[in-house]
């Protein structure tokens, strides 16, 4: 675990600078315009984090194959191999975007196609924890299955590109979600995922070596790689079987604003896929809010809930955590939507 940690956190730290002096020789720069009115983007700062994030984590999961760890599961490896093309295919599309701007269509396209190579590599969604037998649900019909998984893995690469807004904001949340899954799978299920776990381990390691360069004020963006970052966080809760309730519980605060968003942007004859300052953290910004407070919010909320999954054991107890988390977020969003109408009269 040590060396996984270690290595996926050295690689980020080495290859940020590599990637800061690639973006500058190329141009790949952030530029204020539209809904980018950040500060980091009237500096211009480099966008090519994909490449950190990417080479850190592949290398870091690559490696852990390699150590003499129990292994439990016998579709891991074909699991691990989706993983790994899946994140190299969303990869070479997010580095494409960073370079060309791809249109909307074009990017939702690239997440279908990414969502099936996870799928065709046994990486989807069979059943649920009923959290009201703590029982597991018989397995679903194939296109159910289907049907779910793509839902759930495009929807959490979206939610991730739309959570990086601020400085430090995507690679923090990324962090607290691999934590969890990570403890979840190496020390709350009997027995214990070994081999599993070094895979959130790997996220921790990249997530943060990243977060050291991307906080407020950032060196470097993430750029397409929220897209890579949103693909392995869905497809981490995914195998080694399904964490679901971990994730949700974590992610729920930019998961229900990236709902929102989808249907307030379809309710006004938009896009759901186009981007806006509608989200949550830039109406916070343009509130008045610093990016730090704004982040550290955000980090406090996040982990709390994160928590909560390791400590409860009761599939219903987490069921009504997660309906409690979910009425304080919808609660947030009616304070934040009349305190900026407020500051437009």
């Known amino acids: ?8 956190l050295s690689l980020a730290l080495i290859l940020v600078p590599l990637s800061i002096g690639l973006a500058r ?7 204020a315009g539209g809904r980018r009115v950040n500060e980091g983007d009237r500096r211009s700062v480099p966008k090519l984090g994909a490449v950190v994030l990417y080479g850190s984590f592949i290398t870091a999961v690559l490696v852990a194959q390699l150590l003499p760890v129990p292994r439990m599961d016998p579709y891991e490896i ?13 990869f070479i599309v997010g580095l494409l975007d960073d370079l060309l701007e791809l249109p909307s269509i074009a990017l939702f ?3 279908y196609v990414a969502a099936a190579i996870a799928i065709s590599f046994q990486i989807f969604i069979e059943f649920f924890n009923n959290p009201f037998t703590g029982q597991q649900t018989d397995p679903f019909p194939y296109l159910v299955t289907v049907t779910l998984t793509f839902f759930w893995l495009v929807g959490m690469m979206n939610t991730v590109n739309w959570l990086d807004g601020l400085d430090g904001l995507a690679a923090g949340v990324a962090f607290i979600a691999g934590t969890m899954l990570f403890i979840n799978s190496a020390f709350q299920v009997e027995p214990p995922q070994t081999s599993v776990s070094l895979l959130p381990l790997a996220l921790m390691g990249t997530s943060l070596g990243f977060l050291l360069f991307n906080f407020y004020p950032a060196r470097i963006f993430m750029g397409g790689g929220a897209f890579l970052l949103g693909y392995i966080l869905a497809t981490l809760s995914i195998i080694g079987g399904a964490k679901m309730a971990t994730i949700l519980l974590v992610m729920g605060l930019p998961l229900l604003d990236a709902v929102w968003q989808v249907v307030n942007r379809v309710a006004h ?7 806006d300052r509608g989200h949550v953290h830039f109406r916070l910004l343009d509130m008045g809010f610093s990016q730090r407070q704004i982040v550290t919010a955000y980090y406090l909320f996040c ?3 994160g928590v909560l999954t ?12 997660f309906g409690v988390m979910a009425l304080l977020v919808v609660l947030g969003f009616a304070i934040v939507l009349r305190g900026g109408q407020r500051q437009i009269v």
């Open 303 to 305: 982990a709390f809930f």
């Open 269 to 275: 004859g938009k896009s759901p896929f186009s981007g």
């Open 310 to 321: 390791l400590v409860i054991e009761s599939q219903l107890y987490k069921f009504i955590a």
């Open 78 to 90: 074909i699991r691990l191999s989706g993983l790994v093309i899946g994140a190299t295919f969303v």
């Open 109 to 111: 396209i690239a997440q």
């Open 1 to 8: 675990m040590i060396v996984i940690f270690a290595l996926a």
């Open 25 to 31: 020789r190329f141009g790949v720069l952030a530029a």
